[in-house]
């Protein structure tokens, strides 16, 4: 997983500050949007637990703060609910002039509600996951009772939200009466998979039934029995990021790789906009590879030169052991390590000059087992007769014509 900080600014010119997260292994399929609860940040554990297991399964995901919270600019006491929806929007443009426009969108709790309202102006958005989503915007009124008053009264109230101040104003409390969540979702023709526990001390089970009955199909639902408003417990956001990747899936396009097929032994090809990510058929086999991001690479696959590394690992160790099974001995584990690197040849005579070094690998052994030392003098002496060892010694030639 690659973890970049981005900004962006809202339609009021402020600096949103957020984190795009990507896999580590290819270019991500599609990106998604994360919009965390009321009053959290980017950085709830549970967030990076399910943005990190959407990122395995191939997602690009970008995890911000909405205004006035975490790094973003702004004061969260001028903020309502509309101004998150806003929030997303300037997200999803951010994610479309910079990388590519998101597919997917999730939201929790209050972020939910934002989510579902945001994916009905944002076109490029197929499916909409929530997870313990309230059904309409102004149950955050019940976590604010004890100062509704005061609010309504004064024009504004502070109030503790788990462990924090907030100043909440009255035109905070006015922009939710004003939305009406089941409207929206009923009208609007796009996949929703509503996640909740039944639980949920804070956003109680009966708001995902409200948001699932008004919703259009394709709709699912999924039940995290057990689990915490906040989810808290790792396992529980990891599930759930797993749920929604495969879900999602389903509902937005992946583009298939093409099928490389040769009657070589490999294949490796590669298009003039990726750069050094080569896409490979080895043997029966599907892997990528690539150079290191210090080489302008993108180190989703090996090197070409750590894939002969490998081989030459590979070899050794299926040669010895191939060698000790018929001989009897006890050789419980055999370990290879290779590198690969140019140094001066051991009886360099002018190893001042550039030219003198020569292609070089590093090999070490180890073993597991019980040996006496002629047993690991012998093994030494097999190893230096792999196949791929001899190849790399021999005088090769490489024939090449035009297909």
């Given at each position: 997983?690659?973890?970049?900080?981005?900004?962006?600014?809202?339609?009021?010119?402020?600096?949103?500050?957020?984190?795009?997260?990507?896999?580590?292994?290819?270019?991500?399929?599609?990106?998604?949007?994360?919009?965390?609860?009321?009053?959290?940040?980017?950085?709830?554990?549970?967030?990076?637990?399910?943005?990190?297991?959407?990122?395995?399964?191939?997602?690009?995901?970008?995890r911000f703060d909405f205004t006035?919270?975490?790094?973003?600019?702004?004061?969260?006491?001028?903020?309502?609910?509309?101004?998150?929806?806003?929030?997303?929007?300037?997200?999803?443009?951010?994610?479309?002039?910079?990388?590519?426009?998101?597919?997917?969108?999730?939201?929790?709790?209050?972020?939910?509600?934002?989510?579902?309202?945001?994916?009905?102006?944002?076109?490029?958005?197929?499916?909409?996951?929530?997870?313990?989503?309230?059904?309409?915007?102004?149950?955050?009124?019940?976590?604010?009772?004890?100062?509704?008053?005061?609010?309504?009264?004064?024009?504004?109230?502070?109030?503790?939200?788990?462990?924090?101040?907030?100043?909440?104003?009255?035109?905070?409390?006015?922009?939710?009466?004003?939305?009406?969540?089941?409207?929206?979702?009923?009208?609007?023709?796009?996949?929703?998979?509503?996640?909740?526990?039944?639980?949920?001390?804070?956003?109680?089970?009966?708001?995902?039934?409200?948001?699932?009955?008004?919703?259009?199909?394709?709709?699912?639902?999924?039940?995290?029995?057990?689990?915490?408003?906040?989810?808290?417990?790792?396992?529980?956001?990891?599930?759930?990021?797993?749920?929604?990747?495969?879900?999602?899936?389903?509902?937005?396009?992946?583009?298939?790789?093409?099928?490389?097929?040769?009657?070589?032994?490999?294949?490796?090809?590669?298009?003039?906009?990726?750069?050094?990510?080569?896409?490979?058929?080895?043997?029966?086999?599907?892997?990528?590879?690539?150079?290191?991001?210090?080489?302008?690479?993108?180190?989703?696959?090996?090197?070409?030169?750590?894939?002969?590394?490998?081989?030459?690992?590979?070899?050794?160790?299926?040669?010895?052991?191939?060698?000790?099974?018929?001989?009897?001995?006890?050789?419980?584990?055999?370990?290879?390590?290779?590198?690969?690197?140019?140094?001066?040849?051991?009886d360099c005579e002018n190893c001042?000059?550039?030219?003198?070094?020569?292609?070089?690998?590093?090999?070490?052994?180890?073993?597991?087992?019980?040996?006496?030392?002629?047993?690991?003098?012998?093994?030494?002496?097999?190893?230096?007769?792999?196949?791929?060892?001899?190849?790399?010694?021999?005088?090769?030639?490489?024939?090449?014509?035009?297909?």
């Open positions: 997983m690659a973890i970049k900080k981005v900004i962006f600014r809202n339609n009021e010119n402020q600096e949103l500050v957020g984190r795009i997260e990507l896999p580590t292994n290819q270019s991500p399929h599609n990106y998604a949007i994360f919009a965390h609860c009321f009053t959290c940040n980017k950085n709830l554990s549970a967030v990076k637990n399910i943005s990190r297991a959407l990122t395995k399964n191939g997602f690009g995901v970008l006035g919270l975490g790094e973003s600019e702004g004061d969260f006491e001028d903020t309502n609910f509309s101004g998150n929806v806003n929030d997303l929007i300037s997200a999803s443009d951010f994610l479309k002039d910079n990388y590519k426009a998101p597919s997917l969108i999730i939201g929790h709790s209050l972020g939910g509600a934002a989510s579902i309202f945001a994916a009905s102006q944002i076109e490029s958005i197929k499916a909409i996951a929530t997870i313990g989503a309230p059904s309409n915007p102004q149950h955050v009124q019940h976590l604010l009772r004890s100062s509704i008053e005061e609010i309504k009264a004064n024009g504004k109230a502070i109030i503790n939200l788990s462990g924090r101040d907030f100043t909440i104003k009255k035109q905070f409390l006015d922009d939710l009466e004003t939305k009406s969540l089941p409207e929206v979702v009923k009208h609007i023709k796009k996949a929703l998979l509503v996640i909740h526990s039944p639980q949920d001390r804070t956003v109680s089970i009966k708001n995902a039934e409200e948001i699932y009955k008004a919703a259009s199909h394709p709709k699912s639902f999924i039940s995290i029995d057990g689990a915490d408003h906040l989810l808290m417990n790792k396992e529980d956001s990891k599930y759930v990021g797993n749920v929604i990747s495969n879900w999602a899936k389903r509902y937005v396009e992946i583009p298939e790789l093409e099928r490389l097929n040769t009657h070589h032994q490999v294949i490796a090809s590669l298009d003039k906009a990726d750069g050094f990510t080569t896409q490979m058929k080895v043997g029966n086999h599907y892997l990528i590879a690539d150079e290191p991001i210090s080489y302008e690479g993108n180190d989703y696959g090996p090197s070409p030169y750590e894939l002969v590394s490998a081989g030459l690992s590979a070899c050794t160790a299926m040669t010895v052991q191939m060698y000790v099974k018929r001989k009897g001995w006890d050789l419980q584990n055999i370990e290879v390590h290779t590198s690969y690197g140019k140094m001066h040849a051991t001042e000059d550039k030219s003198s070094k020569i292609d070089t690998f590093n090999r070490e052994i180890k073993l597991k087992g019980e040996l006496n030392e002629d047993q690991i003098k012998r093994i030494l002496q097999i190893a230096d007769k792999c196949p791929v060892h001899k190849t790399l010694h021999n005088e090769v030639q490489v024939i090449t014509t035009l297909i």
